[in-house]
């Protein structure tokens, strides 16, 4: 898990004098980007009360300061409430365990008001996926046990797919692009529940077992996870772009209803294809002797 003065750390290395206007001149810099005296003076605190803020040694910061430093930073909203989530962090105690997430019943609801037609995931908080209709899930993971989700022990994970299941890393064709986001959405959601105890252990498993992963946590990125573009090769219908989008549910803020539709004609062809292949998963096997059917 992130913390201030981590997540401070890495932002004012991004920050060159020149960007906002600050001259040097000429002067040798050890740093790549801001000074701490100098990102204190343009934030309007003191250099001291800055490096104890950065070090971890200041009890709280105000949410003054806090968009200050923000400003000065180029941070965007996302970011900046980032940057709020982390200050709180200091007044709120250990890891703990969380209590099993479960859909709410409005949401399996609308779940299956979308049909077949429309491929569908429900999301929790970590990327586990709570529900799926029959063709969101033929289009994101058919390798996996459709059932799987019933089990809250064992729920297909998204992140863990993106970074520790080949299957799921050779579907994607803009697979860098699309790990990135879930990265930086992980990082957004450290900072809203620095507490979970399970969050905790999927990042550190993750950075464990994959470098990829490592590298992109390590850059610092934090971004919201709304809408975007899925280019997939899937194994059973070929060339698929969809695009997605999250529905929040005032319910259960924590978890996403994440919507797929195509964007050409050929996906929208291919989105049929599994529609119909899905409804037949569900076709009762028949139990007439042979010759009789």
Known sequence: MESLGTFLKRRRDRVTPAEIGLRTYGTSRRVPGLRREELAQLAGVS?????????????TASEQVLDALARVLRLDQVET?????????????GLCEPPREKPHPRVLTLLE????ATPAVVLGRRGDVLAWNRTGHALV?????????????????????????????D??????????VHVAYLRLTAGRYPTDARLAGLIGELTMHSDDFATMWATGDVSDCTV???????????????????????????HRVEIYTPNDSTSADALRVLN?????A???????????H
Not at 83 to 92: C, E, G, K, P, T
Not at 171 to 180: F, G, I, K, T, V
């Open 171 to 180: 579907m994607y064709r803009n697979w860098p692009e699309l790990a990135r």
């Open 276 to 280: 119909q292949q899905s409804g037949r």
């Open 47 to 59: 250099a001291g009360y800055y490096t104890r803020l950065e070090q971890g040694q200041a009890d």
């Open 81 to 93: 409430v980032h940057l709020h989530n982390l200050a709180r962090q200091s007044v709120q105690p």
């Open 141 to 169: 993971a058919e390798h996996i046990p459709y059932e799987a989700t019933q089990n809250p022990e064992r729920r297909p994970s998204v992140p863990r797919m993106f970074f520790l299941d080949p299957h799921t890393r």
């Open 113 to 116: 008001s979308l049909g077949e």
């Open 282 to 292: 569900d076709e009762p096997e028949s139990t007439a002797p042979a010759g009789q």
């Open 228 to 254: 975007g573009a899925m280019h997939l090769q899937h194994p059973t219908v070929g060339a698929v772009n969809v695009d997605y989008q999250v529905w929040l549910q005032p319910d259960s803020p924590d």
